[in-house]
């Protein structure tokens, strides 16, 4: 039995630590899409890849916590397994605690010490001192570390505040703290309350951004399979080139034609005129060369392959985009019913940040992961991949709010075209949501599950006083587990709660403003979510065409035209390729005129 539960528990970080492979995979993908090819560092680039990986890696520990726990009780007979004696439980929690505090602690180490001092490595570069030996790696180094000396002084005075101010819940003598499981929550050391508010004040700024970017993300994310703007190798928006192009090439001959004759030369308004029409001209053969490479012209026949594999598979895109605006809508649900059930019946208010004793409204998010644990191991992959939802989410919504102070954009997420700085600030955004991510997933979405698992506790008296209680003649009497429930002297043994709700509802006790700001600001993110998803479900996107001027005439002056990344077209025009071959550029232009001048 014991060679089971060994066996058992390696299979679960096995496969934790398959995913953080593949987490660093992704990583490596996402950095390189997304960075802009001129301004790529490799400082940066590592700092980025290491940073996602190490989020990733934070938001899958969840799933493993609530497996691992899971896997010491006998869901059927409420009961400790034979191999899972308190000494195996113990080095089972003792394992996730230091996996856990060293993640947050990286994750923290990186946000406050590492991308900021990245970020100021980056600036400090300058191409013409380098060049002429005035800057050297010391000097780099050294003004870096001056302007990071600030975010080092920050991390010291948050880690003092926590070690010598009192919590709130050692000064609290109120009722509630007599349930014995506020008083486990309370036993704990300097350096253990100190890390809590760390973490604490760190889940709160990231509960903030939270609620404005994984909220907006989490609406525009699914509606995105469904609704796009128009492509640039949309047929539609090829011919109204192609027309406009042809009228400005005509209008262009008829100023020459015009004034071919006249001894003092073209007016001045003909010539600002005709100006005017040539900045035009090269802007729609920009356009007009984009959608012929977005269709496939020029490109190897691998790219050309995979445009029609992308058109033909747009119906499944757009089932996809449909059942994850119904999973959407499903979380959405759930967490206002967790809310309202914690806000009128949780047993101490906002003296603990809300805790639910146990859940008195029938959720369907909790309900869902409760059934799919009868066969191991669904409830596990879709808690992952809920939580891998939620961060991507996070991702489109910095995608589409982009970096801001109040309304001002600081800096624009796009690919393959942000800059190395927002880079490093956009992973430290992901790094604090992510902190707000484990919140509502651990105490919102589906609190009881992400808190027990699926544990059950036999709620009947032992027959010796040295043995467990069997409930194998009363399946009746099995419960499943509770912090209301754990309170008892027969579930003690029976339920062990996960290392992340023990964390969560630490902070929440010792620190209430935490607790009541992280919990009331889901309402805030229930309402960006409703208000962002039915704007989008009536506002159709758009294609901005400054955008892709802008980004069009940028590639071409730096000779980057060919690495352009576009979406590829979703209609049937794309999939039989029915593109007009056209001449580009100035030598198009003479054709046409001087075509156009020997027939006239």
Known sequence: MATQGYVQASLIWVAYAVAVVLAFVAATITTFVWQTPRDRSAVVSTVTIISFTALLATVFLLPVDIALVSSTTSTALGIKKDWATPGRIRSILLTL?????????????????????????YEEYDEVEEQEGNQTVGSRLWGAFKYTIAFVLLVVILFLVGFFVPAAGTRDGGGHLDLDFFKRLLEQNHGEKALTFGVGLLITLGTLLYVLYTGAGLALFPVSFIKSAPSVSAPQLSENTASQLEQNRERQRQLEMRNAGRPDGMPAKDRRELEALAREERTLVRRER??????????SFIVRAWSKVCAVFRPVKLIGGILL??????VWVSMLITGIDKAANSVCKQHCGYILAHINVFQPINWIFVQSARAFPVDYVLMALLILLFFSASISGVAAIGIR??????????????????LLVATVMLALMVLGINYAAAMMVAPQYASYGTQTFCDLPPHFADSQPDCSSTPEAVKPCSEWANSSARSLQACTPTVMSTFLNRVGLNWPVFGAVNFWAQFAFLA?????????????????????DEEAEVDEEEGLLASTSRRFGATWQDITGRANKRSYGTDGAEADRNGSGSGT
């Open 290 to 299: 984009l959608a012929a490479e977005a269709q496939g012209e020029g490109k």
């Open 528 to 548: 960006v979510f409703l208000i962002v998803f039915l704007t989008s479900l009536f506002r159709a996107p758009r294609l901005s065409l400054s955008d892709l």
């Open 405 to 422: 102070f109040l309304w001002l954009r600081i800096f624009q997420i796009r690919r393959g075209r942000t800059a190395p700085q927002a």
């Open 325 to 330: 605006i119904l999973l959407a809508v499903l």
């Open 97 to 121: 605690k230091i996996v856990y505090y060293s993640l947050y602690s990286l994750d923290a180490l990186l946000c406050l010490l590492v991308i900021p001092f990245t970020y100021f490595w």
